[in-house]
């Protein structure tokens, strides 16, 4: 058997041996040609399109831009009041952060103050209307919706009902009496 080598080195292959050898690691051997991308150095804060997303970068890291940002940033809670720079370790001053953005002692503290102004109660009056607000708009969608149902279901068996029926007295009879209930939640207004 002979010790003898059955394939040829290329040039760039003994370059390459020679600059390991030589502990030179940076140089090439072979040159290419092709698309090469360019770099654009961003720094913190910017904004930016890349491939049909927004990005920034927060923090050092590249962070893209979502449509729920606003929704975490809003649910996000903080380690500190924005107010007083006290840490958020009452029990109660987290329910109070998510509603009035300051914590439990900022709120009797903002609370107090507004009474001894006078306006307290148009300030309770005001929240009030405004759950209010909130209430009515989310029966009147759920109402809206159980009408505009699909009135056939599937059994657990696999049986389709169709529960259709001659309910149009019925319904009839409850849209009445919810719009009156409407109507009399409104003038609570």
Aim: aromatic share 12%; proline share 1%; hydrophobic share 30%.
């Amino acid at each position: 058997m002979s010790s003898a080598l059955k394939k040829e080195f290329k040039h760039s292959d003994v370059e390459r041996i020679r600059n390991l050898v030589k502990k030179d690691f940076s140089t090439k051997t072979k040159s290419q040609s092709g698309y090469k991308k360019s770099f654009v150095k961003y720094s913190e804060g910017d904004v930016w399109e890349e491939g049909d997303k927004q990005w920034t970068i927060k923090n050092g890291l590249k962070q893209n831009i979502t449509k729920l940002d606003a929704a975490k940033k809003a649910t996000q809670l903080p380690l500190t009041c924005p107010k007083c720079n006290k840490a958020l370790s009452h029990h109660l001053s987290k329910k109070v952060y998510k509603i009035n953005k300051m914590c439990f002692d900022c709120l009797i503290d903002y609370e107090a103050e507004l009474k001894k102004n006078g306006i307290y109660e148009e300030y309770i009056n005001h929240s009030r209307k405004g759950n209010l607000k909130f209430f009515i708009k989310e029966i009147e969608q759920q109402f809206n919706d159980a009408l505009s149902a699909d009135d056939t279901f599937v059994t657990e068996q696999g049986d389709i009902e169709d529960w259709k029926g001659s309910k149009s007295k019925e319904i009839a009879k409850y849209t009445e009496n919810f719009k009156e209930y409407i109507t009399y939640l409104k003038s609570k207004l």
